[in-house]
Structure formats: C-alpha cells, structure tokens
C-alpha cells in the first residue's frame, strides 16, 4: 500500500504528571516489573488506539517501535549492577526490548506482527515498517526516556491504508 491515513496520532511529549495512574486506569491493571520504558510505550499505544476509536488491533496490523536509545535507564542500571559483581540482575530483562513489545501487545490484547528499531531517523523507519504492511495497518511509536535533560516522549501513530 502506498497512501496511507492516520486515524489517531497521540502525543505525551512530556507525559502529563498522572501518566501512571491514567495507564493503569486505561488497562485494568498496574504494570508490574517492568522498566520506565516499556511503561512510557504502554501508556502511548493504549492512548493512541483509544484516540483512533479501537478498542483493540487487528490482528493483522503490525507495530512497529522506534528509539534513539531504548531503554537506557535500565540498560544503564544493569551494567552498573554487573560491574559491581552482582549476579545478572532482574533489571536485565526490563532492558530488552521484546519485553517491551509483548507488553505493548498484551496491553493492547493483540498477538502478531511487531518489532523494534534503534534508528536516528525515525521517518525512515517508518517509511520502512509501512512495506508489505496488510490492510489491517501500523501501529508506530517512538518512544524515548528522560536522559541529559531531554523530556521523556511516547509518540504514536496509527495508520490505515487511504
């Protein structure tokens, strides 16, 4: 497909101060043990598909995520807990990225297509993730941690073949 429509693009640019409390609300749940990060995907993916009016994916879209950095906070965490000689620490696990997208996805109660980007340019990766998508769309984020005075950021799109 070659023309494409955003049904819903949301913003949390910073996220406001109650951002926690609002995915909670918006999932059923508090997340457990998982990383700031994969909190700040969460929170933009479920306002997102809630701004485009779907209460879930299709099961034929795909999402695809973005990031400079991922997640540092608990990337950086794990290597200061190694080199202090601890055993591989649980912060490990919040580092990776797949756990991210199977929460994104367990949030959203889709199962499907995703994948994960670390990219500097981020309209590439888009252009990229819209080939072969199928007519149920794209989820795309980008999603960054608070880190040398940059502000934490989960912006989404969700596009629709036009």
């Known amino acids: 497909m070659s023309t494409w429509r955003t049904a819903a693009h949301f913003v949390a640019h910073p996220p406001p101060a109650d ?36 209460a879930a994916l299709p099961a034929g879209a795909r999402i695809r995520v973005a990031s400079m950095r991922g997640a540092w ?56 993730a819209k080939l072969g998508a199928s007519r149920d769309g794209l989820l795309f984020g980008i999603v960054e941690e608070e880190r040398n005075g940059e502000l934490p950021r989960s912006e989404w799109w969700r596009l629709v073949p036009a």
């Open 19 to 54: 951002w926690r409390d609002d995915l909670a609300r918006r999932i059923g749940r508090r997340p457990r043990r998982v990383g700031l990060w994969t909190e700040l995907a969460m929170y933009g993916a479920r306002c997102c598909l809630d701004a485009a009016g779907e």
């Open 73 to 128: 906070g608990a990337t950086h965490a794990g290597l200061t807990q190694l080199d202090a000689g601890l055993p591989m620490p649980f912060t490990f696990m919040q580092s990776q990225p797949a756990l991210m997208l199977a929460e994104v996805g367990r949030c959203l109660e889709w199962q499907g297509d995703a994948s994960f980007a670390l990219c500097r340019d981020a309209a590439r990766t888009l252009q990229l």
